[in-house]
Protein backbone atom coordinates (compact mmCIF):
# COMPACT_ATOMS: atom_id res chain seq x y z
CA UNK A 1 0.00 0.00 0.00
CA UNK A 2 1.34 3.66 -0.93
CA UNK A 3 -0.11 6.50 1.11
CA UNK A 4 0.43 10.10 -0.49
CA UNK A 5 -0.28 13.65 1.35
CA UNK A 6 -2.65 16.04 0.09
CA UNK A 7 -4.22 19.05 0.65
CA UNK A 8 -7.71 18.21 -0.94
CA UNK A 9 -8.52 14.49 -0.38
CA UNK A 10 -12.15 14.98 -2.47
CA UNK A 11 -10.25 15.81 -5.78
CA UNK A 12 -7.60 13.25 -5.04
CA UNK A 13 -9.72 10.85 -4.47
CA UNK A 14 -11.90 11.31 -7.43
CA UNK A 15 -8.48 11.50 -9.53
CA UNK A 16 -7.64 8.00 -9.00
CA UNK A 17 -11.00 6.54 -8.74
CA UNK A 18 -11.72 7.80 -12.24
CA UNK A 19 -8.82 6.95 -13.96
CA UNK A 20 -8.00 3.51 -12.08
CA UNK A 21 -9.93 0.36 -11.14
CA UNK A 22 -10.20 1.92 -7.58
CA UNK A 23 -12.96 1.33 -5.05
CA UNK A 24 -13.61 3.63 -2.13
CA UNK A 25 -12.99 1.70 1.04
CA UNK A 26 -13.17 4.07 3.82
CA UNK A 27 -14.09 7.99 3.21
CA UNK A 28 -12.99 10.63 6.30
CA UNK A 29 -11.72 14.41 6.68
CA UNK A 30 -8.38 13.13 6.75
CA UNK A 31 -7.54 10.02 5.51
CA UNK A 32 -9.09 8.39 2.20
CA UNK A 33 -8.45 4.25 1.84
CA UNK A 34 -8.74 2.81 -1.87
CA UNK A 35 -8.98 -0.78 -2.93
CA UNK A 36 -8.58 -1.98 -6.74
CA UNK A 37 -12.10 -3.89 -7.74
CA UNK A 38 -9.80 -7.37 -8.11
CA UNK A 39 -8.16 -6.46 -4.15
CA UNK A 40 -4.80 -6.72 -5.31
CA UNK A 41 -3.82 -2.87 -5.16
CA UNK A 42 -4.84 -0.06 -2.04
CA UNK A 43 -3.77 3.43 -2.10
CA UNK A 44 -4.53 5.75 0.91
CA UNK A 45 -4.69 9.67 0.93
CA UNK A 46 -4.21 10.97 3.65
CA UNK A 47 -4.39 15.20 4.79
CA UNK A 48 -1.07 16.49 4.37
CA UNK A 49 -1.35 18.05 7.30
CA UNK A 50 -2.50 15.15 10.08
CA UNK A 51 -0.76 14.75 12.92
CA UNK A 52 0.46 11.26 12.04
CA UNK A 53 2.05 12.85 9.19
CA UNK A 54 6.02 14.35 10.65
CA UNK A 55 5.97 17.63 9.46
CA UNK A 56 9.18 17.24 7.71
CA UNK A 57 7.17 15.19 5.16
CA UNK A 58 4.20 17.87 5.02
CA UNK A 59 5.66 19.02 1.77
CA UNK A 60 4.79 18.69 -2.14
CA UNK A 61 6.91 15.43 -2.81
CA UNK A 62 9.79 15.53 -5.16
CA UNK A 63 12.10 12.69 -6.26
CA UNK A 64 9.59 10.09 -6.54
CA UNK A 65 6.88 9.33 -8.79
CA UNK A 66 3.97 6.56 -8.88
CA UNK A 67 3.63 3.74 -11.75
CA UNK A 68 0.44 2.32 -12.42
CA UNK A 69 0.55 -0.87 -15.83
CA UNK A 70 -3.09 -0.47 -17.60
CA UNK A 71 -4.16 -2.57 -20.34
CA UNK A 72 -4.40 0.57 -22.29
CA UNK A 73 -2.61 3.91 -21.49
CA UNK A 74 -4.36 5.52 -24.28
CA UNK A 75 -7.62 5.07 -22.79
CA UNK A 76 -6.68 6.49 -19.58
CA UNK A 77 -5.49 9.32 -21.69
CA UNK A 78 -9.01 10.12 -23.13
CA UNK A 79 -10.25 9.83 -19.95
CA UNK A 80 -7.63 12.44 -18.23
CA UNK A 81 -8.62 14.56 -21.36
CA UNK A 82 -11.88 14.50 -20.53
CA UNK A 83 -11.69 15.23 -16.95
CA UNK A 84 -9.35 18.25 -17.61
CA UNK A 85 -6.60 16.17 -14.81
CA UNK A 86 -3.21 17.83 -15.44
CA UNK A 87 -1.00 16.17 -18.13
CA UNK A 88 2.58 16.17 -18.54
CA UNK A 89 2.92 14.10 -21.69
CA UNK A 90 0.85 11.87 -23.91
CA UNK A 91 0.91 9.03 -24.36
CA UNK A 92 4.24 7.45 -26.52
CA UNK A 93 6.22 4.89 -27.13
CA UNK A 94 9.27 3.86 -24.99
CA UNK A 95 12.61 2.03 -26.56
CA UNK A 96 11.85 -0.21 -23.66
CA UNK A 97 8.58 -1.74 -24.54
CA UNK A 98 5.94 0.72 -22.76
CA UNK A 99 3.42 2.82 -24.14
CA UNK A 100 3.55 5.60 -21.64
CA UNK A 101 1.57 8.59 -20.45
CA UNK A 102 2.65 11.23 -17.44
CA UNK A 103 0.34 13.17 -15.12
CA UNK A 104 0.41 15.31 -12.37
CA UNK A 105 -1.84 14.23 -9.60
CA UNK A 106 -3.67 17.16 -7.72
CA UNK A 107 -0.95 16.87 -5.00
CA UNK A 108 1.61 17.42 -7.46
CA UNK A 109 2.69 13.76 -7.52
CA UNK A 110 4.04 12.54 -10.74
CA UNK A 111 1.87 9.46 -12.18
CA UNK A 112 3.38 7.33 -14.45
CA UNK A 113 0.77 5.10 -16.81
CA UNK A 114 2.24 2.75 -19.01
CA UNK A 115 1.07 -0.43 -20.76
CA UNK A 116 3.18 -2.94 -22.24
CA UNK A 117 3.47 -2.75 -26.31
CA UNK A 118 1.85 -5.53 -27.90
CA UNK A 119 4.65 -7.52 -29.38
CA UNK A 120 7.57 -5.58 -28.11
CA UNK A 121 10.87 -7.38 -28.05
CA UNK A 122 14.23 -5.96 -26.61
Given at each position: MTNICSENLVESRNFYTKLFDF????DSDW?????SKDKKLELGII??????????FQ??????????????????????EAEKFEIISEPTDTFYGQRRLLLKDPNGTLVD???PIEGFEF
Open positions: GVEYFVHLIDRTNEIVPKDNNPQGFYVTFVVDNADEIFQIAVSS
